[in-house]
């Protein structure tokens, strides 16, 4: 059903006149929201296209005026004039260079006393990189200067990449504090609020190269067979990340997907587990994502591992708002014998794990872990409780005939099941602030 | 919507005669614009496309249209063709242009992959066939949630039912769907690569 899930929709793809012509009557996927947007942004690039083409037509009207000829003594009078003080401006140019040659050979410049002083001060710093066949260390300089006259502050990283791979490479460059330094390779922050372990790493990739965004990771997600294929399809996108920082437990890269850093990626490498945070400061959201198919490497380790991963897939799939495209639903009755048959929660909790390809519908992303399970035959769903060892089944249209199924330390209380109600109702995750609200 | 008709209003209100051609055209610009680049673009991306279309339909209509004929047409081949600017745009910035691909979606069938390409189109055709069997909501719910990739929430606000109602129609409209297909000897997996 999953693969059909996919397959379907794709056969209907790059369709002929009239099978386009059939959907676009039928199907309209767009909200009045959608319609109005799409409409004002039609008619800015509108706006914006029509003024450019009217300033290219003023432009072309004076070409065509000066081209005529009424105008030729016009252009004979202003050339002249432009080529006299061409030739003097020239001549100034040409003298004053010489001058300021021979009074460079004559004296060396004086030194001003009164001139405050500029103090450098030079940090090593050394960044790690692990990845699984390639080992390469990166010894870099940090420069940072302290102007007290100005009472500035100014911090320049430069890191140097070694190419040999499996080696350690030190290079240490001379380095010289100019204005007229390469924007790609050096950021200058003024005051910087940076850490010490968050070093800012310098890419050398223009504008135009290509970055990093919400739906690119998902896309390279997707895609992705294993942890290895994503950080590699992730880097040849864009080759180097905004930010990279070594600390205890692992490395950490960030990717921006804006200009000022508040939202992106954060791709977290812990003993050998890849994680990846999404951030959004600007609307507080922090979430996980994971990729699904690295689920089997994890297949023989403690069932609270298995918990964080069915978590995190879950939370990633809900991002993408695919959430409930690839999971069978199970039956209330599903449930009951899942329950009838297992001589522990535990036991009950695996089975309820496989049958819904440890993928949850909903789930609190934090103690206490609260999973949610829609069912496929009745507008009911079946909340778990982990940490009370109990599941629920909850009726929307009869409430009376919401039940406990399984309850091996306690029950559900009525706060936790509100807080799971609202959110099933609202499609999101709700968090344990919700729960103790 | 005539290319008579449109000058017509462009003469009384040129804002208007936008307007009217965006009600008239939006969704089948987006049908389009969705159809050429869903695997290969974001939602966003295709907005763009879609207002750059309109755009430059606005602009035209406002120099001398001179265009008679039905303007669905037309609006398809400017669609058409912005959706693979797009395409190519897109590749070109993932450096992963695939000429295949781009065959594919510029629609140009060679000699050799007509007959596939007839084909491929006969079971488009029964697929969207056997989704309008399904009847309403159900054909609505399949389409804007599979192949439009909207969820719950979404369609529920676009057709007015509950977002539970959605998830539950949604898994058993597609069940339907697979063993509809399946009869009609549609479902090996080969056709749908």
Redesign the interface.
Known sequence: ?S???H???????????D??????E??????ED??N???S???S??NA??SS?EFADAEEQDEEYINTGMSEWKMYRIRSFFRITEVAAACVLVIGGIMLCLKNLKAPAPTNENESPVLYSVTALSTSHISESISVTTVGVDFSRSDLSEKKDIKTSLTTLSDDLNNTTADTKDHTLTDDKKVNETTITNGSSKTDDEKVVIGDYSAMS?RL????VFRIADNSETRKEFKDSVE??QPYPDQESTTSYGGEKKYWFNDDGTEGITIQEIDSRLIILYFNNNKSINKRIYIASEIREYEDIELKEKQLDCLLIRDRNNLV?????YIP?GKLEDYINYSQGSSSFSEFWQKVMIHSCNSPDRWSRSDPMIFIY?L??D?GYILVDLNNACATYIS?NAPDKSMDIISNKGTLSEQKKQAAITA??N?YDFSVSQINE | MTGNEIRALMKSSPDNA??AV?NEY???V???V???L??YA???DM??C???????L??KL?SDFRFNGDLAAYV?VIAKNKAIDMYRSLSA???SFSKAAES??S?LPSDTDIAARTE??E???I??DMI?KLGEPD??II????????????IS??LSIS???V??R???A??R??KL?SENNI?D?E???
């Open positions: 059903m693969d059909f899930k397959t379907y929709p794709k056969i209907l793809e790059n369709a002929e006149d099978i386009i012509e059939r959907m676009s039928k199907y309209s996927p767009l909200d959608e319609v947007r799409i409409f942004k039609s008619k690039k509108y296209m029509k083409a290509s965004s919400y739906d690119e040849a996108f708002n695919r959430n409930l495209q639903l829609y496929e035959d507008d929307e099933v109702n499609e | 936008q307007k965006f939006y969704n089948y987006y049908t389009i969705y159809n050429k869903r695997s974001a939602r966003e907005e763009e879609v207002s750059d279309i309109f755009a430059e606005f602009l406002d398809n910035q993932k450096n594919e979606i629609s491929r189109n079971i488009r055709k697929v969207i309008e054909s609505s389409i804007l949630k599979y192949y439009y990739g909207r969820n719950s929430n979404e606000r676009k977002p539970a109602t998830r539950k949604s898994e058993r597609l069940k769907l697979k297909l479902m997996q056709r749908f690569q």
